[in-house]
Nanobody, 125 residues
Framework: QVQLVESGGGLVQAGGSLRLSCASS????????MGWFRQAPGKEREFVAA????????WYADSVKGRFTISRDNAKNKLYLQMDSLKPDDTAVYYC??????????????????WGLGTQVTVSS
């Protein structure tokens, strides 16, 4: 099983930027579709962005489109989420996720095999 660890969260003012990273321990995830989800207090965990295993296709939630960019470096076994123009509504715990199968392009929630423990992002107004 792939073990995932997020980093890069913190407190930022509205309009600011943060870059989240996700690293794996154990097996590599360079052949798995990957993505980011988030969960705000009292709300369901929601999809943020996903990227194909080769890194050439990406998908975003409408709420972050144009502000967030997902990327990956398979040589370093890392996943990133660049978050710009942050809003207070972006405040949440952000989770990294990996598809359970290799050579996958999409990331249906039901097919996620590994989750990270999360990193807190707080955006002040």
């Amino acid at each position: 099983q792939v073990q995932l660890v997020e980093s890069g969260g913190g407190l930022v003012q509205a309009g600011g930027s943060l870059r989240l990273s996700c690293a794996s321990s154990g097996r590599t995830f360079s052949s798995n579709a990957m993505g980011w989800f988030r969960q705000a207090p009292g709300k369901e965990r929601e999809f943020v962005a996903a990227i194909s295993w080769g890194g050439n296709s990406a998908w975003y939630a409408d709420s972050v489109k144009g502000r967030f960019t997902i990327s990956r470096d398979n040589a370093k076994n890392k996943l990133y989420l660049q978050m710009d123009s942050l809003k207070p509504d972006d405040t949440a715990v952000y989770y990294c996720a990996a598809h359970r199968n290799r050579y996958t392009d999409y990331l249906p929630r039901a097919e996620i095999g590994s989750w990270g423990l999360g990193t807190q992002v707080t955006v002040s107004s």
